[in-house]
């Protein structure tokens, strides 16, 4: 058996590894800033919705503000003309068109209370959202009872973590990039090699490696395939101490004798 192709592929393995130290010195930060800052878009979407409905109230408010200051100044015109009126019918036409602004400021006013009402409720509910928080029954806490300050306290501490763990990043990410660059150009080279050599073993390899599987080369450790413990038959020792390898029956990685690793590593 030709060993010198199996100790290429380890060496990929070696090399790979080494990039995957670099990668977990990152310490899951990749993934811990994506899910801060879906609870910031989150945070953030509620507290826009919710300045959405406050200015879409004061609009409405202004609005209905100026009807009655309208339908004020028409009555008032209304009862000057009143005093001038010749006749009964001119008056009363008067009172009729006195009595539909009244009628127009009386409507208003109830669209003015029931926005009262609603942001009343709405603080209510905050209320009741506020008690839940003192007493640490943050699972019973709706959506609509997160109060106002709470919840742009809590957008501007995921921001302020976001940017923490963001700039922890960059500086493992610059600190390593140097080491990263080589390593990808001596796997570049090493994968070259293999093409060349020994394509079947780098597909195969690349198979193993397509899913979560990062190590598709692993030691033989206590006879048994390091990757997944199970029992390396004896009969096929002698062939991974001599620098062959075998493919672990349970779980298909490529088994191979520490040594080759240690040599790989020079
Ligand atoms: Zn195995």
């Not at 395939?225 to 038959?233: A, D, E, L, M, Q």
Request: net charge negative; with cysteine.
């Amino acid at each position: 058996m030709d060993h010198t192709k199996i100790n290429l592929l380890v060496r990929l393995q070696h090399l790979d590894n080494q990039i995957e130290n670099i990668v977990s010195l990152q310490k899951g930060l990749p993934e811990e800033i994506t899910a801060l800052e879906e609870d910031l878009a989150f945070t953030r979407r509620q507290i826009e919705s919710r300045k959405k409905i406050a200015d879409d109230n004061a609009k409405l408010r202004l609005k209905l503000h100026d009807i009655i200051e309208e339908c004020r100044n028409k009555i008032k015109a209304y009862k000057e003309k009143q005093t001038l009126a010749r006749n009964n019918k001119e008056y009363d036409a008067l009172s009729k068109q006195i009595e539909y602004e009244e009628k127009e400021i009386a409507h208003s006013e109830i669209q003015l209370q029931d926005i009262v009402h609603t942001e009343q409720r709405m603080q209510d509910i905050q209320q009741k959202g506020r008690q839940l928080i003192a007493e640490n029954r943050y699972d019973e806490i709706s959506e609509d009872m997160m109060p106002d300050d709470v919840l742009h306290q809590q957008l501007e501490d995921l921001q302020k973590q976001v940017d923490q763990k963001k700039e922890e990043l960059d500086s493992i990410v610059i600190e390593t990039a140097e080491d990263v660059d080589h390593l990808n150009k001596l796997i570049n080279e090493q994968r070259e090699l293999i093409k060349a050599e020994a394509n079947r073993l780098l597909d195969k390899y690349d198979h193993l490696r397509s899913g979560t599987l990062q190590n598709a080369v692993v030691k033989l450790n206590r006879n048994a395939c390091s990757g997944c413990n199970t029992r390396v038959p004896t009969n096929r020792h002698t062939m991974i101490v001599q620098g062959g390898f075998y493919l672990c029956e349970s779980c298909g990685r490529i088994v191979v004798h520490e040594r080759l690793f240690e040599e790989a590593s020079k």
